[in-house]
């Protein structure tokens, strides 16, 4: 019988065999024993990770809600802000037309006061005189300058404010605008689910966006963008006011002045009045000396003329007797009579002449004073139809005194909506 040959191996022992299966046993227990604290865990594990994400979610949903009624409480304090700086804004820009209406209805009363300076200067001789109507004048002309200049000023500060209060407007609305696109933005946030399609993983979410603030940055920035249109509009109020009572005091003193100057340029005028009817009346009263002077010449020169023939006729008279002969020529009494007629009448034709000459020269002196008069007459002749023509002149100074008060208030510059992407704001904001 042959023998069977057997491939050479390992053989194990029957405690080794029982060994390993008493092992296999243990393990296949152990693991699952192992596996059952895993399910459990991980059974504990899914509930609490579905809590935790459900009330993430929630207090997610909580955090943006109150993120947009904080955001929207703060735009509604920017809106009213913004309201109140354009309603400033349309006040001021009122007002600063209303001066620059005063500033120009100065041009009217400066213009006529240097067209009655230049009037008064065409004045001629003794009636070209420093008198209180050009100094009411020149003070009028140098108040309307004052007011110009003070009208001016305030113009010039009112345009710098109105730019103060376009920067607050336009800080306003950049911060109105970004908090309606972040009101977007979260109400979009709020809106999303996890069934969302919109929904999908990002690269890097936790990233910090560059120019990330605080919440308590976020909060000053917009506090200080309505307390600086706040303040704009405070001192816009005050410049307002100052400058309603400015032109009403320059208005006041425009008005006085004007008052005193055409006083005195009617009480110059009335003084004038009647130096002109004196002198007339004094040109009168000469012509009818000088028609009297000359009837009175008329007469002495007749009579000298008359004299003269009588001294003729003695003179013939003593020269004839002089050819009596011989004892007749004797100084009877008539040589004697002759002698003192002569006598007499060469002391009246001295006399005559002598008053004659005076006559003839007070007459002269009356004539070139009568030509002085006449031409002084037409020189104030001159001077009140010019004064007459300067308070017609300052007839215009009445509309322009109503116009530099007030007048028709000038039209507002229109508006126009500002809106989000979502087109929900009512905001208007100057065009």
Known sequence: ??????????????????????????????????????RQEGRGLRNET???????????????????????????SLESSAVEVDTEMEALTLAKEELEQALGATAVPLQVTQECLTLRQGRRGLELV??????????????????????????????????????????????????????DVDRICLSLTVESAQISLKTNPLRIPPGTVTPQEWVQFSQYNVTVAQEAVLLSQQMRENASLTRSKLQNELEKQRRATEFALRKRTHTEE????????????????????????????????????????????????????GMDLCRDQVQLGLVREVQQLEASIKALDQK????????????????????????????????????????????????????????IAGVVPLANSSGRSRLRTLA
């Open 50 to 76: 579905t809590i935790k994400t459900w009330w993430d979610e929630s207090d997610t949903c909580r955090r943006l809600g109150e993120r947009l009624w904080d955001v929207s409480r703060c735009k509604d």
């Open 274 to 325: 009647q130096s002109r009817q004196e002198l007339e009346w004094q040109l009168k009263i000469t012509e009818d000396e000088v028609s009297e002077m000359e009837a009175d010449i008329r007469g002495l020169d007749q009579d000298l003329r008359v004299k003269t023939a009588s001294l003729k006729l003695a003179h013939t008279r003593l020269e004839n007797r002089t050819c009596r002969p």
């Open 130 to 183: 420093g008198d209180p109507v050009e100094e009411e004048l020149k003070q009028e002309v140098r108040l309307i300058e004052r007011v110009q200049q003070e009208l001016q000023q305030h113009i010039g500060r009112t345009f710098e404010q109105l730019c103060v209060l376009q920067e607050a407007r336009h800080q306003l609305t950049m911060d109105l605008q970004n908090k309606m696109d972040a009101l």
């Open 356 to 411: 004659l000459g005076e006559a003839q020269h007070s007459l002269q002196k009356m004539c070139l004073h009568h030509a002085r008069m006449t031409q002084d007459l037409n020189r104030k002749q001159e001077a009140l139809s010019l004064e007459q023509r300067s308070l017609s002149t300052r007839h215009r100074l009445t509309d322009a005194t109503c116009a530099a008060v007030g007048g028709d208030k000038p039209a």
């Open 1 to 38: 019988m042959s023998t069977i040959e057997a491939k050479p191996c390992l053989h194990h022992s029957v405690a080794d065999w029982q060994n390993n299966n008493r092992q296999l046993s243990a393990t296949a227990e152990h693991e699952r024993d192992v596996s059952h604290v895993i």
